[in-house]
């Protein structure tokens, strides 16, 4: 029973408070449908809870409704404060309630994100770029880039937003601190060898496939497939 990983709301709850329990409970039991209206609801009456935002844009993707998924993720990204707010931090350590974001940084890799204002980032970037708002994904991840300049997912989202954009020495420039550890820097790398060849600079390009490729223990096979193509 959902109920039962929940705390109750107090007797003096407000509104929102009980709205956001009751979309808990709708997202909870998988009934990502009944829970959107219930954490929209949320939204209107206390704007602060940003955990609302982004549970409602989760539910909103999981409907297809993208715009409508972009509008809470620009909400969170757009807050003042960054700090989890109280219904947060009263109801989500609960279990069954995955406090992550799943988001496609590249056509082959997939990264899970924190379920906060970067995680919203990455995920609203994606979001713009599907929708074909290319200049607004890059300018969104160059900013937490040059925020957090050696995280490597947001390393490896802002080479490949550069890339879809024909910045390829950006995405030499980005990727050049990127080492052959897991599938995203495996990524990374592949994307910077990619420019390379499109800046006509072979020699530094098959030099990076040599690195792409030197360590292939662990490493996604599709991945792997790409690089070998692509260096043939």
């Known amino acids: 029973d959902p109920a ?4 109750r709301p107090g007797l003096f709850a407000s509104s929102a408070e009980k709205r956001y329990h009751e979309g808990l409970l709708a997202y909870i039991r998988g009934d990502q449908a009944a829970a959107l209206p219930l954490f929209e609801q949320t939204c209107a009456e206390d704007p602060q809870v940003l955990s609302a935002q982004l549970l409602a844009a989760t539910c909103a993707l999981h409907a297809g409704d993208r715009d409508r998924a972009i509008g809470h993720l620009e909400a969170v990204v ?49 979001q713009y770029q ?73 020699v530094a390009a098959f030099e990076t496939y040599r690195m792409a490729l030197a360590r292939t223990a662990g490493r996604s096979l599709e991945l792997l497939k790409a690089i070998r193509y692509d260096r043939a």
């Open 130 to 202: 599907v929708a074909g708002r290319l200049e607004e994904a890059v300018g969104l991840v160059q900013q937490l880039h040059a925020v957090e300049p050696d995280d490597p997912v947001v390393r490896l989202s802002l080479a490949d937003l550069l890339g879809a954009e024909g910045d390829f020495e950006g995405v030499v420039e980005v990727a050049a601190p990127a080492q052959n550890s897991d599938d995203v820097d495996l990524a990374t790398i592949h994307l910077r060898a990619k420019a390379l060849l499109e800046l006509d600079q072979r």
């Open 78 to 126: 757009q807050a003042p404060v960054a700090r989890p707010d109280a219904f947060a931090a009263k109801y989500l350590p609960a279990p069954r309630i995955e406090a992550s974001i799943q988001v496609s940084i590249t056509s082959l890799i997939g990264a899970t994100v924190p379920w906060n204002r970067a995680g919203a980032v990455l995920a609203l970037a994606e």
């Open 4 to 7: 039962t990983v929940l705390p």
